[in-house]
């Protein structure tokens, strides 16, 4: 009986949501961990804005659960460039928050080379994130989905624009003390990234492995200042660098993607 209610308020706010989800988040080990809910099962779930699938279940988690797969394996892009295998499916019915969801595209995501165990079984990725207005609120430790086009109405003004890259990574311009960078914006990633030829050909000063930036500009906010490690990141090829979870952790982030804008705020 405490599904139809749900699915009431799902079958109203579907695509055009009239009202917002809110779902909450708890830190564990570094990671801001969501609860979704797929049948009997509650697993634990992450957010990757430059993950290139919708909700990427690992095999293990997979095997507890019933879902349609379609096709053959594929390959995707996610957590800042790094490549995955798995078969796509679609998820009958899925809850997040408050909220169910129905028909959801899912990927098999296989552990990519070198990542070993993880504490989550879900990572939440941009193509699912990208049909609403989304805050992340890490400092509040919440994920907010909004309708579409909400941006300015939930999070004010918007502080910079939003790009996507061929792999479908979302990316602003960031001022900072070497001039300007185009960062491309993932959560998933521990730290904020500057590729290491970039670093070399802009003759950056780096100090064990990191290159400081006292500016790190969007728009009329500077966040800075902000480490950067440097690093060669497959995948991302038309990108300076990345803005990682270091730089969520202390801001509330609002990606407005049918305005193609992004909303920095530090309250």
Known sequence: MRLRPSLALLLLCWGACAAQTVVPLQLEDDDYIATVRIGD???KAVLDTSGAY???IAPEALSRLR?????????????????????????PSMELGETVFLSVDGFERRHGSGEGDTPYDVVIGNA?????TVVIDYPRQRLELHPPGRGSAVCGAPSAALTPTQNR????????DSGAMNLGWSSGAT????LKTVAYLRGLTLKD???????????GINAGPVDMAAFDVPGIPDLDGLIGSDFFERFRVCFDYAEHTVSVRAD
């Open 128 to 132: 699912f994130l990208e049909r609403y």
């Open 67 to 91: 879902v349609r797969f379609n096709g053959a394996t594929v390959e995707r892009s996610g957590m800042g460039g790094e490549k995955f295998r798995g078969r796509d499916f679609v998820i």
């Open 209 to 219: 492995g990191f290159y400081s930036t006292r500016r790190f500009a969007l728009g």
């Open 54 to 56: 919708g909700i990427a």
């Open 41 to 43: 099962a509650r697993l």
């Open 191 to 194: 730290y904020s990234v500057v």
């Open 169 to 176: 990574i979302v990316f602003s311009t960031v001022r900072t």
